[in-house]
């Protein structure tokens, strides 16, 4: 018999959390630093290849990356 309930909560890791906000910068929608909470500012966004880079205004971070495709289709 297994401990385990069967309605486990799935943990979000930390590229789950990176690909998320990557794709909320991409779409336009405003962004908090991964680091600090403060509000990130998009640098550069490029639809076409999902590219974005992001830096937070408060701790200076910067986080880039491409946006992996399921997350930038719209779903019908």
Do not use: K, N, Y
């Amino acid at each position: 018999m297994s401990t385990m309930p069967l309605a486990a909560a799935v943990q979000q890791t930390l590229a789950d959390a990176v690909d998320e906000s990557l794709a909320a910068a991409l779409a336009g929608r405003d962004v908090s630093c991964l680091w600090c909470g403060g509000h990130a500012v998009v640098l550069a966004a490029d639809l076409w290849s999902g590219a974005v880079t992001t830096s937070c205004s408060h701790c200076g971070s910067e986080m880039s990356g491409i946006v992996p495709r399921h997350l930038r289709e719209v779903p019908r």
